[in-house]
């Protein structure tokens, strides 16, 4: 069993490189990767929200797995998203998962069918019992329409395969009093989604971040979390400063509801690392929209740069 230890720091929840034709860009993903491990991450998560598994067939994402495990090496742990409206089918990502070398898996509540936290604890524990790596919680209401309850995280993380949560509820206040209802456990890791909050969290009592941006500027986030752990605090200010700089020009780009979806992947597009493909129902910007996310992306380049200064 891995140790709960493993998991800390910056944990991309990595873009999932596609092809026009909607299949896995293999060379981007290799690309992508090699730019998460040499900007410093502490893990890479993939097939999460940021990695659109929602509109991924089942062979793509089994395809991504083996993919990433055989470009990671074991250099960093590698954590798996399996949510699915099918136990069945997350069962069998999280054996794949398993046999290719993964860490770790995440599950946020299957989505579609109206549950309750008895049902949810139920199914996490049945999950929890069958798979084979350890287990995240991963709640994102905004999403799956059904929160995870600090409640329900406590009596869930009694089952010993059940290793911590991503809170991607946005709310501070959630974030703060799971961290109270740990205090006496820490074992139990608690990270954050979004990147907004990053530092606040930490400061709280975080174990790190699952933060989209650090797909395009890992050192950014990862020389974040450092300067928190050596108690730079006018650092870490100037880091999060940046980072919100950073959302604000990038993830706010048009009137779309996937607009950070759309802002990021366009803005690592423009760097190289992958396609500006998406998987339906989403699609790109425009050529114009495009145009003018580029001269901001080249802000906030600068902005990265003036922050390690």
Avoid: W
């Avoid at 409206?85 to 998962?97: G, R, W």
């Avoid at 209401?141 to 010993?160: D, N």
């Avoid at 209802?181 to 907004?196: D, H, R, T, Y």
């Avoid at 974040?224 to 100037?238: S, T």
């Amino acid at each position: 069993m891995i140790p709960s230890n493993a998991f800390r720091g910056i944990i991309p929840p990595m873009i999932t490189p596609l092809k026009s034709d909607f299949s896995l860009d293999i060379g981007h993903t290799e690309r992508l990767i090699e730019h998460l491990i040499d900007g410093g991450v502490h893990g890479i998560f993939i097939l999460g929200t940021t990695g659109e598994f929602a509109g991924l067939s089942a062979a793509l994402k089994r395809e991504l797995i083996q993919i990433t495990c055989q470009q990671v090496k074991g250099r960093v742990p590698i954590l798996v998203g399996v949510t699915d409206c099918s136990f069945s089918e997350s069962v069998d990502l999280a054996a794949n998962a398993h046999r290719s070398g993964a860490e770790a898996v995440v599950a946020a509540p299957p989505f579609y069918m109206n549950i309750g936290q008895e049902e949810l604890i139920n199914y996490y524990q049945k999950l929890a019992d069958v798979v084979e790596l350890p287990l995240f919680l991963y709640d994102m209401p905004s999403h799956v329409k059904v929160s995870i309850e600090v409640e329900t995280a406590v009596k869930l993380s009694k089952h010993p395969n059940i290793f911590g949560i991503k809170d991607s509820s946005g709310k501070i206040e959630n974030f703060q009093a799971l961290c109270e209802a740990f205090k006496q456990n820490p074992e139990f890791k608690i990270f954050v989604g979004p990147e907004e909050i990053l530092a606040e969290t930490l400061k709280i009592g975080g174990d790190g971040g699952v933060v989209g941006g650090a797909n395009l500027f890992p050192k950014l986030y990862v020389a974040l979390y450092e300067a928190f752990q050596k108690k730079e605090y006018d650092a870490v200010n100037k880091f999060q400063e940046t980072i919100l700089y950073l959302s604000n020009k990038l993830y706010q780009h048009g009137t779309y509801q996937s607009s950070y979806l759309k802002g990021l992947k366009a803005a690592m597009s423009f760097e190289g690392l992958c396609k500006d493909n998406f998987a339906p129902p989403l699609f790109p910007h425009s050529p114009s929209e495009k145009s003018i996310l580029s001269s901001k992306l080249l802000q906030v380049k600068e902005r990265v740069r003036q922050s390690f200064s």
